[in-house]
């Protein structure tokens, strides 16, 4: 399996900062990497795949990169709703990994 | 708009089965592949399973060990989730979800189910 490795686990920010989370894959996922935003008690939401495409309706301040097997999610400009957990997922191989989650909160 | 709406969730005990369904509406759903994500209480996301649009291929995570089944119904636009032997450890929410484009991402989720597998 691949697996997927992300970091920080937790981060603490302001509205207005800017905040990256990396997610790192085992092996190669060819860009084939998703990431998803989380708030409690709702299901998960698509915000950026392949790595660096903005899903429909998603805020411009939501961005994607890959580099190898590196991946980030950078959100500038930090908006109030966008405190929440972050996960990736790779959907290269079965059975498409997620990494265990950032969660964004307000400092 | 894409809406999927899952049942069956509830608590059981340890051993016992359960059968989830999903109900898809507002998309063609023989389409799609189908997948199941699950969430233990205050843990990350879990891949469970996928069925592929014509029901004939199935794949399982390592920890289902022969005990869940996915299915299908393309007349009735549901997908379904039969649990068998369940473990405290199968307790979670259970996403219904649809797997869109190449490569693949979920797009839509229902809103879960919940499973408490206890004793």
């Known amino acids: 399996d691949t697996q997927m490795t992300q970091s920080p686990s937790s981060l603490s920010a302001s509205v207005g900062d800017s905040v990256t989370i990396t997610c790192r894959a085992s092996q190669s996922v060819s860009g084939y990497l998703n990431w998803y935003q989380q708030k409690p008690g709702r299901a998960p939401k698509l915000l950026i795949y392949t790595a660096i495409n903005l899903q429909s309706g998603v805020p411009s301040r939501f961005s994607g990169s890959e580099s190898g097997t590196d991946f980030t999610l950078t959100i500038s400009s930090l908006q109030p709703e966008d405190f929440a957990t972050y996960y990736c997922q790779q959907s290269y191989n079965l059975p498409f990994t997620f990494g265990q989650g950032t969660r964004l909160e307000i400092k | 708009q894409v809406q999927l709406v899952e049942s069956g969730g509830g608590v059981v005990q340890p051993g016992t089965s359960l059968k989830l369904s999903c109900a898809a509406s507002?998309?063609?759903?023989?389409?799609?592949?189908m997948h199941w994500v699950r969430q233990a209480p205050g843990k990350g996301l879990e891949w469970v399973s996928v069925?592929?649009?014509?029901?004939?291929?199935?794949y399982y995570g390592d920890f289902v060990k022969g005990r869940f089944t996915v299915s299908r119904d393309n007349f009735k636009d549901t997908l379904y989730l039969q649990m068998n032997s369940l473990r405290a450890e199968d307790t979670a929410v259970y996403y219904c979800?649809?797997?869109?484009?190449?490569?693949?991402?979920?797009?839509?989720w229902g809103q879960g189910t919940l499973v408490i597998v206890s004793s």
């Open positions: 507002g998309l063609s759903f023989s389409l799609y592949g």
């Open positions: 069925i592929w649009p014509d029901g004939n291929t199935k």
């Open positions: 979800v649809r797997s869109f484009g190449t490569p693949s991402r979920y797009d839509s």
